[in-house]
């Protein structure tokens, strides 16, 4: 049996009983939360390395449980959700998801998702094993406890800001491609679906660069893609 730990949060019986049987014939352990309270509670007591979560809880909105666990951890969220509104799946990713899969989905799918996520966060755990602190400016990122800081204060960053961080910062002053960014963080969506990128852009920058004009960590590079300024 797999040490791997999937936290399900899922009010739909039968959607809920496939998705267990699919984690269990594939050799991860779960645990299935039916309300937004239980995951929550779950999710500090269990510790999964990702967690599946329905928006439409009983008790309350999805989108709140992705609020709790965004401040104080960076578990990989995948949102399942029969909402396919852009907007819904905009706000989710803007809250702190990592990725969106709408009913009715593949199981396939659903499974290649998971093994993406746990490849994204070991690949960062391993790339920063030697290298503990990197520091530019007033910024300070502590890898080896996946925090970052401006100004000493911690950055409040989802999994999926957080790892575009250390991609840019890992990075600094080279332009990463639109491409490059897509195959790395999200490498099984379209290479021209840039929704995700662009959602994660734009908080990295309201967390990096607040409102002081002589501070500026990201740079566009028009049609190609984005650089890490050193400051």
Same mark, same amino acid.
């Given at each position: 049996?797999?040490?791997?730990?999937?936290?399900?949060?899922?009010?739909?019986?039968?959607?809920?009983?496939?998705?267990?049987?699919?984690?269990?014939?594939?050799?991860?352990?779960?645990?299935?939360?039916?309300?937004?309270?239980?995951?929550?509670?779950?999710?500090? /007591?269990?510790?999964?390395?990702?967690? @599946? #979560?329905? $928006?439409?809880?009983?008790?309350?909105?999805? &989108? +709140?449980?992705?609020?709790?666990?965004?401040?104080?951890?960076?578990?990989?969220?995948?949102?399942?959700?029969?909402?396919?509104?852009?907007?819904?799946?905009?706000?989710?990713?803007?809250?702190?998801?990592?990725?969106?899969?709408?009913?009715?989905?593949?199981?396939?799918?659903?499974?290649?998702?998971?093994?993406?996520?746990?490849?994204?966060?070991?690949?960062?755990?391993?790339?920063?094993?030697?290298?503990?602190?990197?520091?530019?400016?007033?910024?300070?990122?502590?890898?080896?406890?996946?925090?970052?800081?401006?100004?000493?204060?911690?950055?409040? /960053?989802?999994?999926?800001?957080?790892? @575009? #961080?250390? $991609?840019?910062?890992?990075?600094?002053?080279? &332009? +990463?491609?639109?491409?490059?960014?897509?195959?790395?963080?999200?490498?099984?969506?379209?290479?021209?679906?840039?929704?995700?990128?662009?959602?994660?852009?734009?908080?990295?920058?309201?967390?990096?660069?607040?409102?002081?004009?002589?501070?500026?960590?990201?740079?566009?590079?028009?049609?190609?893609?984005?650089?890490?300024?050193?400051?």
């Amino acid at each position: 049996m797999s040490k791997t730990r999937i936290l399900l949060v899922e009010d739909d019986q039968e959607v809920g009983r496939l998705i267990t049987m699919t984690l269990k014939a594939n050799q991860y352990q779960f645990e299935w939360a039916r309300d937004g309270k239980t995951a929550l509670a779950s999710q500090r /007591l269990f510790q999964p390395a990702v967690i @599946l #979560l329905d $928006l439409g809880l009983p008790d309350i909105d999805g &989108v +709140l449980v992705i609020e709790k666990i965004r401040q104080n951890q960076l578990t990989p969220i995948i949102v399942i959700s029969a909402r396919s509104d852009e907007t819904d799946k905009i706000t989710a990713l803007d809250k702190g998801a990592d990725d969106y899969l709408i009913k009715p989905f593949s199981i396939n799918e659903m499974l290649a998702r998971i093994r993406v996520a746990l490849r994204r966060k070991a690949y960062l755990e391993n790339t920063h094993d030697e290298q503990r602190i990197y520091q530019n400016g007033p910024l300070k990122i502590d890898f080896f406890s996946q925090t970052a800081y401006l100004d000493q204060q911690p950055l409040n /960053l989802t999994e999926t800001t957080y790892n @575009l #961080l250390c $991609l840019l910062a890992d990075n600094t002053a080279k &332009v +990463l491609t639109h491409g490059f960014l897509m195959r790395t963080l999200w490498p099984d969506k379209p290479l021209n679906d840039t929704t995700s990128l662009r959602v994660a852009i734009a908080a990295l920058r309201k967390e990096l660069e607040p409102e002081r004009e002589s501070l500026k960590f990201i740079k566009t590079h028009i049609g190609v893609g984005y650089s890490f300024i050193q400051n």
